[in-house]
């Protein structure tokens, strides 16, 4: 392929996996942010989404998009509340202490999936995507006659993926909105600077530590439904977007939520790019390797700000 | 995790009871399946084969099947009176598609459950992660993988794979009709490990010794889930597409090759392996309408249905399309699974042949085995006639090739056993035990 429709192609799938990207490592953000727990177990909520979205779509039959639209709610909402009563039933209970929390969620972890394991089974099982046509995509080229249009082989993207990514837009500027123009985003952002002096003001900080946790994993379990049509359920892929949106929120500094769309966009692309050019083995030896850089040199992330 | 599938388990006592009621009656009858026939035997303790399966991990739809094979093929052992008149137990233990944990299997079934002999495992780094555990445990290890480890004389002699041919000897016998009908200039896909390694070392040369030529070689590891970045690298020259992958993502992956080519794609001529527990008939697939497919076993039923292949069929619970009969959409891996059923075959018939009583004669039926020649088709061998190389430890059978036909895999074509040999790489029987 020719490096410049080559280069569209990287683009093009490095936005589909940033858009992705950017919701879960929102959720892992805020849950940070807001609670200072470290969610071990936020890749299993996104996967939970994603096993939700097959039943959802399942049980419901007919048209692929009314299952998916059904899930695209129903899913989020059910994750966020598995979340929510699992705040409260251990995290509560362990004083959100950093260390404990952290086993907590481990915990949570091998909970989810082996429950998962036990009922949907150990199948990749596939959700219908709403509408999925191949777009050709055009490249432009110089030469003798000028200017010219011309449609190389295998440069294509799926209405389905460009879905993805202005999903994704959409559901970030809604969380803005959310954060900024509401009055509990006030009380979550009041929470998260100084929870004692919220408490003091009488904000319940308890109830909005539990809906903070089921918002981090709805946001995941939101994702996982974006992604089902594309990747298919499995319950082992909860793994990877753990990492990623670790080595996103690393980078863009834990708990910053613009450092964190910026990283996940940063990140996205590279591995797009990368893996599409070079190999995407490649791709997470960088990513990992900013990781390293960044805690050496920047340890509070791009746009963190320094503990004093 | 151990799950005991015990069918016949009898006591010695019920046996003699048995017996004393009515041993002439039934003997004449001969038709009282299972239980029965175990009595005459000098211990009818169960003979216990260990079932490495792939209950989770990227393998874990093969697992299911091999399962599924398993317990139907131990079944009809049993039905007809076991093994030298013993019944056969089945001990499970889940590997997790996981070298290191494979190793620890076979020392569960040797300490633990006191298994006579290893058995069923398919992923190739599995089987190399396990496979010296066998022989320090001397536990006879009988594979169903594919994979060429057993043949080149990387692995043992407790280690042996009776019961399906191997990838070399598929890519030989597969080479001629892909440089003769569909081109020369081919691009690889294949996943990331010794299995796919196998193809791609095996094919190249196979190819080459038909003219044509390997033009790309794309590695992609076996527990990706994204495939469309793989797909750029695919040379404009390329004419034929070759591509074999396996692991949980297998559906994406072909998915995603069809819209990245669109309408313009070359000739794709695939190992079933990309699609094994997918429907060929699921949505995104419907530009494979056309491509080629090598089948161990072929999936959907064809015109000339042999008596034994129905038979089999009925008895694994498959379909008309090698989908379960309770649930049209739960698809098997039907070009793979018959080998755990001709394997369990092969060890019954070794173990009948070496007068096998327990542990201390597993090298009498390891020798049994590897005396084995010629395996005509029958129900024990539904899949076809087959040939037995007691030094290399490997069988040969033969091949299909399908091509897709209005949403069917159809046999376009099937190689013969002579067309996959190749010369021995090693001599397993002049090694000690």
Known sequence: MEFGPHLMLASLEGAVIASILVLTAMGLSIVFGVMRVVNVAHGEFFMLGAVLAWYVSTALGGHPAIGFAVALIVAPLAVGLVAAVSDQLILKRINYDPDRTIVGTIGMLFIIQQTTLMTFGPEARPVEAPFNQRLALPWFEFS????????????????????????????????????????????????????????????????????????GAALAALGAVLVVPIQQAHYLMGADPLLMAFTVVIIGGLGSLPGTVIAAFL?????????????????????????????????????????? | ???????????????????????SALATTGLMPGTMGFAQAQSSSPIKIGFQKHATGIGAAYGRWYDATTTAAVQRINDSGGINGRPVEIVTEDDGTDPSRGAEALEKFEKQHSCDVAFGTLFSHVVIGSAPRAA???????????????????????????????VKSQVVSMAPFIAGNLGKKVTMIFPDFAFGHDHRDFFTQAIEAQGGEVVAKIAIPPTETSFTRYFPSIPRETEVIYHVMVGPAVLTFVKEMGEFFGP?????????????????????????????????????????QS????????????????????????????????????????????????????????TKLIEAVEAMTDMPESLDHP???????????????????????????????????????????????????
């Open chain 1, 267 to 308: 990140i996205g692309m590279s591995d797009g790019i990368i893996s599409v050019f070079f190999s995407p083995t490649l791709a997470q030896i960088i990513a990992t390797f900013l990781v390293a850089m960044i805690l050496v040199f920047r340890p509070q992330g791009l746009m963190g700000k320094a503990e004093t």
């Open chain 2, 264 to 304: 313009s794609r070359p000739e794709i001529f695939g190992f079933i392996d990309s699609l094994e527990a997918v429907g060929i008939d699921s949505p995104g697939l419907e530009f494979l309408e056309g491509t080629y497919f090598w089948e161990g076993m072929p999936r959907h039923v064809q015109g000339n």
């Open chain 2, 136 to 166: 320090e445990l001397k536990l006879p290890y009988f594979v169903v993988s594919e994979g060429h480890h057993v043949a080149s004389g990387m692995l043992n002699r407790y280690t042996l794979q009776p019961g399906i041919t191997d």
């Open chain 2, 383 to 433: 899949q076809g006639a087959k040939l037995f190389n007691g030094k290399t430890h490997q069988v040969f059978g033969q091949q299909f090739i399908s091509k897709v036909v209005d949403g069917k895999l159809a046999v376009e074509h099937v190689t013969t056993i002579e067309e996959g040999l190749y010369e021995d790489e090693v001599d397993y029987t002049t090694q000690p035990f």
């Open chain 1, 144 to 215: 003798e006659g000028g200017l010219q249009m011309i449609w190389p082989w295998g440069l294509s993207i799926t209405s389905y993926k460009l879905f993805v990514i202005f999903a994704a837009l959409t559901v970030l500027v809604a969380l803005w909105l959310f954060l900024t123009r509401t009055k509990i985003g006030l009380i979550m952002r009041a929470t998260q600077q100084d929870s004692e002096t919220a408490k003091a003001f009488g904000v319940p900080v308890g109830t909005v530590y539990s809906c903070v946790f089921g918002l």
């Open chain 2, 1 to 23: 995790m151990t799950i005991k599938t015990s069918n016949h388990a009898v006591s010695r006592r019920k046996a003699l009871l048995g017996l004393g009621a009515g041993a």
């Open chain 2, 307 to 362: 008596d034994v292949e129905k038979t089999y069929r009925a008895a694994v619970g498959c379909d008309d399309r090698g989908a379960s009969i309770d649930d049209p959409a739960d698809v098997s891996t039907y070009a793979h699974m018959f080998g755990c059923w001709e394997t369990l075959n092969v060890i019954k018939a070794g173990m009948e042949a070496a007068d096998y009583q327990g542990p201390q004669d597993r």
